[in-house]
C-alpha cells in the first residue's frame, strides 16, 4: 500500500509545504520551507496541528520527541524561514537539505532580514549549519551548482531500474550528484571559508551538486535544481562588501574576520539588531545599493514512480469569477473536491525568477524529461508577476493546479491578479492558501 498526504498549511504570507509517504508500515515525513506571517499564538496552532501527526521516537534522556525524516529549505528568506525554531524545539530531524551559499552570501540575507528576525533565526542565517548541528540535525546536504556554465546544466531522469526499497535507510542518495562536481564544490566549501567557521569539524556535511536524483522507498524520486539568480556584477559588489567589512571591524584579512564572526556571533547579532545603519548595513548599502538580494531557490521535484494513482484534493479553491475580481470572490469561496487518476508530481519552486529568460530556459532544460509529467506547480513567489512566466501553462501542458501560498490583502499583491488570469484563461486550476484555508491532497 502507498499513501502520500500533502499539505500546504495556512501560514499567511509565507510557505510552509509538509508531505507524509506511507509504504506498507513505513512512513516518511518532509517539510519544505517553513516560514510566514503568523503571530505567535497561530504559529503554535499551526505547528502543533503539524507535528501531532508525525509519529513518537525516542531522544536522549528518553524524552519522547516526534521525528521528522528531511527538511529542505528553498532559501533564506524571513518568510521561508522564520518557524524553524518552533519547528526544532518540537521535533528530531534527521536530514537537512540547504541550497549551497558562502559565509559573505549568508551574512547578506543576515542583514536584509535583522530587522524582523528574532535571534535564534539570526544565528541560522549567519551559520546555518553550525546552528542544525546544535540542534543535533544528524546530516546537512549542502546542494551547490558546481559549475556555472551551461554545459554544467545536464538533464534530470528519472531512474529506469529503482532498486527494492532498503527500509533501515529509505532515503538514498547515492545517485544524487556528479563525482567530478561534487569535488569542485567540496573546494569551493573550503576557499569560502567554511572550515574556519566550523573549525575543521565537517562531521555529518555532505555536499553535493543538483545533479542526479535522490530516492525514497524505492518509489518516490526527488529532483533537485539550484537556480543561481543573475545579480549584474555580482563578483565586483560582493568584493567591495568584504573590503568594506574588513576596514570597518579592523581585520587585515577575510580569515580574520571569519574567526570574529565564528567568535562573537552575540556581539555580531547586537551589531545587526543595533539600527538600520550599523556597520554591516553601510557595507550592504555601499555595494547593493537598497536591493534586497535573492541570491538562489532550490527547486525540487518530487514524484510518485507510479502511473495512475487516485488523488483526493479537498479545499477552497478560488475560481468562481474570472480577474480581477478573483480577490472579491475569495471571500465567497466554495469547497471543491477533486477524485481524479494521475501520476502524481509536484513541483515546489521557492522564490525563482522564472520570468527571467536565462533561468526559465534552465529550468526548462534540467527538467525536459518530466516536464509533461507534472501535476501540481507551486507558483515561485507567492504566485508574483515578476516571477512568473507565462510559457510554463505551454511546457507543463499536464499541470491542472497552480498553487500560490501568501497572505490575504498582503502589500506586495500577491498573488498577482495577471499570474491567476493566465492560468484560467488556459482552464487550469489556480488555489489561493493564505491563513485561512491550506490545500490537502491525498494520493492512494
Known sequence: MIEIRSIYHPVGQGLFFSSKIIVGEQEFNFVYDCGGSLKEERWKKVMDDYIKTLPLTNNEGNEKKRKLDLLIISHFHKDHINGLETLLERVKLNTVILPYLSPLELLLYAIVNAEFLDRPHLRFLLNPI???KEKAVEEIILIARGDESDEGIGEFSLPENPERPNLENPFDIKNLGKDELNKKIEK???????????????????????????????????????VRNSIDDFEIKINDFKNCLLRKFNKPDIKKFYIYLRDNIDKVINELKKSRNNKFAQCYKKAFGNDKLNL?????????????????????????????????????????????????????????????????????????????????????????????????????????????????????????????????????????????????VIVQ
Request: aromatic residues 20%.
Open 188 to 226: 569551493k566549501f573550503e576557499e569560502d571559508g567554511w572550515n574556519i567557521l566550523l573549525e575543521d569539524n565537517n562531521k555529518g556535511i555532505t555536499l553535493k551538486s543538483y545533479h542526479g536524483y535522490a530516492l525514497l522507498f524505492g518509489v518516490y524520486v526527488f529532483g533537485f535544481f539550484n
Open 296 to 440: 538562489t531557490s532550490l527547486i525540487v521535484y518530487n514524484q510518485l514512480l507510479k502511473n495512475y494513482v487516485k488523488i483526493k484534493i479537498n479545499q477552497r479553491v478560488c475560481h468562481l469569477f474570472p480577474p480581477p475580481f478573483w480577490r472579491w470572490c475569495c471571500d465567497f469561496y466554495y469547497n471543491a473536491f477533486y477524485n481524479v487518476k494521475y501520476t502524481y508530481a509536484h513541483f515546489l519552486t521557492g522564490d525563482s525568477e522564472l520570468k527571467k529568460t536565462k533561468i526559465m530556459k534552465e529550468f526548462l532544460t534540467y527538467y525536459e524529461n518530466v516536464l509533461d509529467k507534472s501535476l501540481f506547480f507551486l507558483l515561485p513567489h507567492h504566485g508574483s508577476e515578476d516571477n512568473w512566466n507565462k510559457n510554463l501553462l505551454e511546457e507543463l501542458p499536464n499541470n491542472e493546479f497552480f498553487i500560490a501560498s501568501a497572505g490575504l490583502n498582503n502589500r506586495y499583491n500577491h498573488p498577482s491578479c495577471s499570474v491567476f488570469a493566465d492560468i484560467l484563461s488556459e482552464d487550469r486550476i489556480p488555489i489561493f492558501v493564505n491563513e485561512k484555508n491550506w490545500l490537502l
Open 130 to 132: 553550525q546552528y542544525l
